[in-house]
Nanobody, 123 residues
């Protein structure tokens, strides 16, 4: 079983930057594609960014393209989400999730989920 723990969420002003981390348990992290999802108040959870097992395929939601960068460090069993030029609409609980091999945007395809970390962007 894969256990995921997010960290790094905090209050930040619009235009600022934040880096989220997701640490994974186990020794097979390199097999997994990792995704970042977020859920804003009153909204459904949505895909933000994802990277496949090798780092060779990366997907971003249109809303964050050009502002957010996902990266995967297999040596540290950690995936990161660097968030730049933050906007109030980025305010949400951010979750990391894992599935084997291939990155995809569909929430239901991810088997393992972290507990989430709160990101609040003030205007």
């Amino acid at each position: 079983q894969v256990q995921l723990v997010e960290s790094g969420g905090e209050l930040v002003q619009a235009g600022g930057s934040l880096r989220l981390s997701c640490a994974a348990s186990g020794r097979t992290f390199s097999r997994y594609a990792m995704g970042w999802f977020r859920q804003a108040p009153g909204k459904e959870r949505e895909f933000v960014a994802g990277v496949d097992w090798s780092g060779g395929r990366i997907l971003y939601a249109d809303s964050v393209k050009g502002r957010f960068i996902i990266s995967k460090d297999n040596a540290k069993n950690t995936v990161y989400l660097q968030m730049n030029s933050l906007k109030p609409e980025d305010t949400a609980i951010y979750y990391c999730a894992a599935r084997l091999w291939t990155v995809i945007m569909l929430e239901h395809e991810y088997e393992y989920w972290g507990q989430g970390t709160q990101v609040t962007v003030s205007s």
